[in-house]
């Protein structure tokens, strides 16, 4: 079983940053696939980013690219989501993931094993 905590989340205006961290705990995460998914009230669930193991290959939803960075920190069974120049449509409860038993389409929720109990986003405008 593998658990994910994400901090980080909390209300800015618009254009500022924040900084969403995923520990994982109960097993290591260094070798799976990663990313964070998120939620608004009255909305579908949607891809937000991704990561490879080992950090060489990252992939964003087009509505985020150029803004928000994904990262890890293997040593830390850690995974991180810069967020910069945000904007109010990406106010919603982010969710990170794990692609632990199965390995899959980095963009499809439905490969993901473990899911983060999310943390809320708030950008005012």
């Known amino acids: 079983q593998v658990q994910l905590v994400e901090s980080g989340g909390g209300l800015v205006q618009a254009g500022g940053s924040l900084r969403l961290s995923c520990a994982a705990s109960?097993?290591?995460?260094?070798?799976?696939?990663m990313g964070w998914f998120r939620q608004a009230p009255g909305k579908e669930r949607e891809f937000v980013a991704a990561i490879n193991w080992s950090g060489g290959h990252t992939y964003y939803a087009d509505s985020v690219k150029g803004r928000f960075t994904i990262s890890r920190d293997n040593a830390k069974n850690t995974v991180y989501l810069q967020m910069n120049r945000l904007k109010p449509e990406d106010t919603a409860v982010y969710y990170c993931?794990?692609?632990?038993?199965?390995?899959?389409?980095?963009?499809?929720?439905?490969?993901?094993?473990?899911w983060g109990q999310g943390t809320q986003v708030t950008v005012s405008s």
């Open positions: 993931a794990v692609q632990y038993h199965r390995s899959g389409s980095y963009y499809s929720d439905q490969w993901y094993d473990y």
């Open positions: 109960g097993r290591t995460v260094s070798s799976k696939a």
